[in-house]
């Protein structure tokens, strides 16, 4: 009825080599307490992309929550939590600073068939901004849809939409840009900015351990008239790759991508990348019961 889980990699503040905490969690029964993937994300539509960062619209979010998973038959089953509230919001005073009253709230209901799953998620969060003279209040208020369907054993189609006003950290692609808040009008008014990430996938498993992915996505930002003509507004995303399998868990693979983006006051650039990459997984086979 316990288990726990501890996963780290090796790319910490401090460069490469720095060991970072990816996962640490506890689990007893339905309820988990500890660091791991956001309740708000899907990993299992995640594409199968080399790129490491992946599509807009993939939350790579990980962080401490308390989660509580009810089973509710036929394989479906409802997920509520409370996890690490943290807004982000550039400094709009100089004594000025971005807080979270409260944990960020949040619930996802998941079906899952033989060949297919679809998740939806809400979000809710309280969005601070403080200064001298005030402190304000925003609600965050955001929505999700994702899910994989496997219509033969060789095609695999995947998507992910994430959609609502504040919940810009929880869209990998506009994390760190300080998109929850802005003012839209004086420095103590502020307000919650819209934000979209989508992305759809298609992978194709080829014969002689060959299959390829291909993906677009899309993220935005609904600027307002108060943030800076350097703002974030959007960007397009299109990735396609070819990976092959020759034997075990070894993977090589080369991949195209390209991508643009696009600020509040109409400047643009683009950019093309080809990726070559190699993966083996190292893992040991539990041994058969006698």
Do not use: C
């Not at 990430?197 to 002689?208: D, E, I, N, V």
């Amino acid at each position: 009825d316990f288990r726990s889980y501890a996963e780290i990699d090796f790319f910490g503040a401090s460069g490469s080599v720095d060991p970072r905490m990816r996962h640490f969690y506890g689990q007893l029964m339905n309820v988990l307490i500890g660091q791991t993937w956001t309740t708000f994300t899907n990993p299992d539509a995640f594409p199968d992309t080399l790129d490491l960062a992946g599509p807009p619209g993939t939350s790579l979010l990980r962080q401490a929550q308390v989660r509580y998973t009810q089973p509710l038959g036929s394989g479906q089953s409802l997920a509520v939590a409370m996890e690490r509230p943290l807004t982000q919001a550039p400094q709009i005073t100089e004594s000025g600073a971005a807080y979270s009253p409260t944990p960020d709230f949040i619930a996802r209901y998941r079906i899952e068939r033989t060949r297919a799953h679809l998740q939806v998620g809400s979000l809710v969060r309280s969005l601070g901004y403080r200064v001298a003279a005030a402190n304000t209040t925003k609600l965050g208020l955001g929505f999700n849809a994702s899910g994989a369907w496997k219509p033969t054993v060789r095609d695999l189609f995947s998507g992910y939409v994430a959609y609502g006003a504040g919940i810009a950290r929880y869209i990998d692609n506009l994390a760190g840009f300080g998109a929850d808040l802005d003012r839209s009008g004086t420095n103590t008014d502020v307000s919650a900015l819209t934000a979209l990430g989508t992305y759809a996938g298609y992978t194709r498993r080829w014969p002689r351990s060959l299959r390829s992915t291909s993906v677009v996505g899309y993220s935005s930002i609904d600027n307002t008239a108060g943030q800076a003509a350097s703002a974030f507004h959007d960007s397009y995303y299109i990735a396609s790759n070819l990976v092959w399998n020759p034997a075990g868990s070894l993977n090589v693979g080369v991949e195209y991508l390209f991508g643009t983006h696009r600020l509040k006051d109409g400047s643009e650039a683009h950019a093309s990348r080809m990726q070559f990459s190699a993966k083996y997984d190292f893992f040991r086979r539990r041994p058969l019961e006698q």
